[in-house]
């Protein structure tokens, strides 16, 4: 067993880099609040004895070595970049306990077969910079490198540039690395293991993904003398389609539409609004789901008189995780004593994009009322420490075989 | 005849103050932009033989002499500061005009018996604090000096502050002066002449305005795992507020109503967004229908589901301008053989305020495509200088009785 002591005590340091004064955490990936715990949780591994290796697009790997080094690690981990105004939680729990693991390991003088390598993921969030999860889908070979590197924010900040000004753009070949398998903890940011009352979910997958950017150009004019029938409003425009989005994800259960963002030019009271820009965010368990989520999106944009413009700029298609893992979670579960149950992710993973190149699956613990992406995120110590219970104990069982 | 090309010069040279690269002006009041183009105002018209004066809110007024020093002055003007994205005409024409007036009046040695005061207003625009018609309204006693000193920006800047940062925070008392009429020639800003091929709009009043700031809290959360049952959305509940804001001028014609300012929190395209502010702009010929759309609002944000405030921030009622200054508006323009057409303002104007205290009246001229607060705004050489003809012509006039 970890030490859940131990282990929320980190949670609570960690919530430092970035933390807001509701409580909540803003680390945006690639800033100087990233670059900090990534400096904490790099001093944390070595003095552990881990050796540290980081990759060309940032993601950290620390390897505690095993018996035999002719095997390819065992990984565990998540990410340590947060939304904007975002919890203490998501993402950090994974690679803390993968930590705290270690720490168990050391103490109790356990020696894996395989090394354990804590990974964690360049920009999870995709709030920053699109798209999300994006270290482990250049690791995976889901996106090129080159591509990525010049994908830049709203800043106009290149990733390659971000990378190097925080000075984690490493040494180490991308995809270079191969796992046993991959084993990610991460809080469920959903209701479902509340509203069963259950202390461990079972993450048989992920669902998909569809991102859109849409771009809405009317004309400015003054608000006070322009007659409403001769008005091209690009923030009526916009309204019709977040009212859409949320009426398409209806339609389609249980799939969901999100407008994130919005950003209206110029933005000021007494001039109709001549342009804005919205981010949609769709998602489904099935693919058939989103090509129809798309194809009803698309109409709605057709049908506007308005002068829309809709680019797709991501998908991840729905993943299912390694079965073999997935029972290991499951027994494991059991074996502890903890009630669980079988979800599918709605949110996205790294996990997602690991899951194409060895074993992969994900533990969940609950969040209070449902929260992620909000400051007030919240799952309890032992909620944590059962988590990172079922990690070590699925790492060992894996290790065994 | 005051002399077009002159006039013209002017509007080119101090569109540069602010200029956008699309031919437009973003000079918002009380910045670097609004004090270099105040400078510019002031020295041209020392020049002339103008006396300034600034008082504590940063009107400007450029008095040139007349013969009777025991009579108030004339006065003529409008704004130098823009919308941001705004356009070369929309204020400074009143005011250029006016710079026009004293040359002409200068060269032709003409001596009136009134003197000549030709004002700029500070904040005409109300883009970057509220509300609109700011300096006029101080001058006129619609609101309270302290209490407009007081008003912030949206980065938290006062308008005391920023009067003082450029350096117009002046001495005079305001409304210490007094003038025998006020007269502003202004862009129409809106469809109607262009419509109806006419020169010259002889503008009778202005219609009313109320101004609402909109707060809605809704709960931020993953935009992936928050089923849609589950959700609630702020950007959701501000696009039905946009929506009801259009339906509701849509059905009190002539009544207009516009949602010109929207701003999203945390905007992150994958969470659910938690806070939006909206700023609404109301505006209605009679002060009736003002009260019914309001009332409609009201109950539009009743009926809602959501966690919405309110607030009604500002009104200005209907203006109906002085007959005897709209006749002589009426029979100079036909004098100078214009086609002329009498119409209400559907745009605010600083005259609206300046009304309560003096004989005012105000001379539009057309605007291409009825656009203002755009950056392609224009008005023709001709159309202005026929307007500042007038404006002349019915200074002379005023100045006679
Ligand atoms: N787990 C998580 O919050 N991922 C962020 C990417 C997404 O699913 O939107
Ligand atoms: N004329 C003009 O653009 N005024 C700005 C204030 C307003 O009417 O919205």
Redesign the pocket.
């Given at each position: 067993r970890i030490n859940g002591n131990r282990l929320w005590a980190d949670i609570v340091a960690t919530a430092r880099f970035g933390g807001t004064d509701n409580g909540g955490v803003t680390r945006l990936t690639l800033t100087e609040e990233d670059r900090h715990v990534r400096d904490w949780f790099i001093a944390e591994c070595r003095s552990l004895g881990c050796t540290i290796e980081i990759d060309r697009i940032g993601n950290i790997f620390a390897t505690y070595p095993g018996e035999d080094p002719s095997l390819q690690p065992i990984a565990v981990g998540s990410h340590l970049d947060t939304q904007p105004q975002g919890g203490r939680f998501d993402g950090i729990l994974g690679v803390l306990a993968g930590v705290e693991l270690i720490r168990t390991l050391k103490e109790t003088a356990t020696v894996l077969r395989h090394g354990l390598t804590v990974v964690n993921w360049t920009n999870e969030e995709g709030s920053r910079f699109s798209p999300a999860m994006m270290g482990s889908g250049v690791f995976a070979g889901a996106s090129r490198l080159e591509a990525i590197e010049a994908v830049r924010d709203r800043d106009g900040t290149s990733v390659l540039s971000a990378l190097e000004a925080i000075g984690y753009r490493g040494e180490t070949l991308v995809g270079h690395l191969g796992f046993a398998a991959y084993v990610e903890l991460h809080i469920e940011q959903g209701p479902l293991l509340e509203a069963a009352a259950t202390e461990i979910g079972i993450v048989t997958g992920v669902q998909g993904v569809r991102w859109f950017d849409v771009s809405i150009s009317g004309t400015e004019a003054?608000?006070?003398?322009t007659p409403m029938a001769q008005r091209d409003d690009a923030l009526v425009a916009a309204s019709e389609i977040v009212l859409a989005v949320r009426d398409i994800a209806r339609r389609h259960p249980p799939g969901v539409g999100t407008v994130g963002f919005a950003s209206v030019g110029p933005n000021s009271?007494?001039v109709v609004p001549g342009s804005v820009q919205l981010q949609i965010d769709m998602r489904h368990p099935s693919e058939a789901g989103l090509d129809q989520m798309q194809a009803a999106l698309e109409q709605a944009i057709e049908a506007s008189h308005s002068n829309i413009a809709l680019r797709h700029i991501w998908s991840k298609q729905p993943v299912v995780f390694d079965p073999a893992i997935v029972d290991a979670v499951r027994a494991n579960a059991a074996a502890l004593g903890l009630s669980a149950t079988e979800v599918v992710s709605g949110a996205g993973h790294d996990a997602a994009h690991i899951a194409g190149i060895c074993p992969t699956a994900m533990i969940f613990v609950p969040s209070k009322d449902g929260l992620s992406h909000n400051e007030a995120e919240y799952s309890s110590p032992e909620e944590c420490s059962r988590g990172a219970d079922v990690l070590l104990q699925t790492v060992l069982q894996i290790d065994l075989k």
């Open positions: 003054h608000a006070g003398s009271r007494n």
